[in-house]
């Protein structure tokens, strides 16, 4: 059984960054395409980034698009999630998830059936 772990979140200040990781146990990260999604309080989960199994294809909601980086490494069964220019509106708890049995990028989130157990990211203005 797959277990995802993320850290990295905290408290920054607008226009900082934070570098998320979720690492994974289980032989199946290697083939499964990864994602990072995220919610604030009151609102919907939503898409943010995911990576395919290569790590040579990547998607981005508009609202991350050049300031967010998602990357992995399958020697390390790790993924991870580069934030730079963080703004308020990028609080919520974020959670890692895999795609089993799905080794390309998909930003729908009924297609992850494997979810850490999320970590806060506060950006104070």
């Known amino acids: 059984q797959v277990q995802l772990v993320e850290s990295g979140g905290g408290l920054v200040q607008a226009g900082g960054s934070l570098r998320l990781s979720c690492a994974a146990s289980?032989?199946?990260?290697?083939?499964?395409?990864m994602g990072w999604f995220r919610q604030a309080p009151g609102k919907e989960r939503e898409f943010v980034a995911a990576?395919?199994?290569?790590?040579?294809?990547?998607d981005y909601a508009d609202s991350v698009k050049g300031r967010f980086t998602i990357s992995r490494d399958n020697a390390k069964n790790t993924v991870y999630l580069q934030m730079n220019s963080l703004k308020p509106e990028d609080t919520a708890v974020y959670y890692c998830?895999?795609?089993?049995?799905?080794?390309?990028?998909?930003?729908?989130?009924?297609?992850?059936?494997?979810w850490g157990q999320g970590t806060q990211v506060t950006v104070s203005s």
């Open positions: 289980g032989r199946t990260f290697i083939t499964s395409a």
């Open positions: 990576i395919n199994w290569s790590g040579r294809n990547s």
């Open positions: 998830a895999l795609a089993f049995g799905r080794m390309e990028v998909t930003p729908n989130r009924n297609e992850y059936n494997r």
